[in-house]
């Protein structure tokens, strides 16, 4: 029996995100490697004791700077970084910030939100990459926003006077109410803390969102922060599967392994409609109950409690579509949302969903998503 291979992994576990990549790229060597795993949570910095990197048949890491020292020995390295840049030839993981912002984006709006917000920590190139494609989101809706970006990464930044008080100044000045995006959850968690601080109340006046969905730092926030959850589990297996085939001499096949959208998980931050109307608020909340199956225009209705016609012109007000059109929305993503995460056949997803065959399910998925069911789980878990 051959050697088992050497892997190194420097990743650290006190998170969430670093603790699913550590369980992905275990499942992988399990299934598939059967490596001799070395891990060093603490960086390159603790790895002193080791007599040569050049000992490894491949590293995962989380720092750059590890990963361009150990390149140096000539060992397959796979980057899980979003600080950049990279180097050409360089193989390495971030999450996908388009989907991101465009789930946080929908969210809001499909709260009835008009005004937007994003904060981010200045100095990290993912917080920037977020701003631009939130905003691009947002301005597709037609909505422009508001931006502010500060030096609060480290917990002596977080404390310092000035920062607190320019970003509870402009907390205050946004228009009201606000549909507020973090750049991640350390920062979402800060931003609620400095709204009280600011005496702006959360979520009636600014509805905050974050991004990763650790549940210890969004339980740490008082309301509980909404946030975006990646697949981290599943990058971390993919990583693994690409640095196996670089291992043995292959090409990587990628350069870029990119973390999927899971879902967004609502919780107290942002659990609030921004509408003035009990009756459509009524209705939306309705609407959101029975995303599972179809519902008449009745129906929904009559849970606002009014006649069609006048619910018809009150809901359009707020949110510039008719009710049949927002359910078939909410509809369409709630069988998206099946499609990412179950391995459910057509047949089984449109019993499930209240659609009579297969076909109808498709047929009404490609009317509202713009390709076909089949397409779409295709697309997505080819990222």
């Known amino acids: 029996m051959g050697r088992k291979p050497r892997i190194l992994i420097v ?22 490697g059967h490596w001799e795993i070395h891990w060093h949570p603490v960086g390159f910095l603790g790895l002193k004791a080791l007599s040569d990197v050049g000992d490894f048949d491949g590293i995962l890491a989380r720092n750059i700077a590890d990963a361009e020292t150990f390149e140096q020995h000539g060992v397959p390295v796979i980057i899980f970084a979003h600080l950049g840049p990279f180097r050409k030839g360089q ?37 920037a990459n977020r701003r631009k494609a939130f905003r691009r989101e947002v301005e597709r809706s037609g909505f422009t926003l508001d931006t502010c970006m500060a030096d609060c990464v480290t917990l002596e930044e977080m404390e310092d006077e ?12 946004l228009p009201k109410p606000v549909g507020l995006m973090a750049a991640n959850d350390d920062a979402g968690r800060w931003l609620v803390q400095l709204c009280d601080l600011a005496g702006v109340h959360v979520p009636d006046d600014c509805a905050v969102v974050g991004v990763d969905n650790d549940p210890v730092v969004c339980g740490l926030s008082n309301p509980p922060l909404s946030s975006v959850s990646l697949h981290q589990h599943e990058a971390g297996y993919e990583a693994a599967a690409v640095l196996d085939r670089m291992m043995r001499g292959e090409a990587p096949g990628v350069t870029q392994i990119v973390g999927r959208v899971n879902e967004m998980v609502v919780r107290q931050s942002s659990d609030i ?15 959101q109950d029975h995303a599972h199956r179809p519902l008449r225009v009745a129906d929904i209705a009559e849970a606002g409690g009014l006649y069609r016609r006048g619910l018809e012109r009150r809901f359009k007000k707020y949110t510039n579509q008719t009710m049949g059109r927002y359910h078939r929305r909410l509809r369409g993503e709630h069988i ?9 056949t057509l047949e089984q997803l449109a019993e499930e969903c209240g659609f009579a065959s297969a076909p109808l399910l498709s047929r009404f998925f490609s009317s509202v998503m713009g390709e076909g069911p089949s397409a779409y789980r295709k697309r997505i878990r080819s990222r």
């Open 11 to 32: 990743i650290e576990s006190a998170r969430e995100s670093g603790r699913a990549l550590l369980a992905g790229i275990s499942d992988y060597s399990r299934h598939f």
């Open 91 to 127: 193989v390495f993981e971030c999450a996908d910030d388009a989907a991101i912002c465009e789930r946080v984006a929908r969210h809001f709006i499909q709260r009835g939100f008009s005004n937007f917000a994003f904060f981010g920590q200045r100095s990290t190139m993912w917080a």
């Open 273 to 287: 409609f921004a509408i003035d109307d009990p009756a459509v608020v009524k209705a939306l909340k309705f609407m």
């Open 336 to 344: 998206a949302k099946l499609l990412r995460q179950s391995h459910w």
């Open 162 to 173: 000035e920062t607190i008080e320019r970003v509870c100044n402009w907390l205050r000045t």
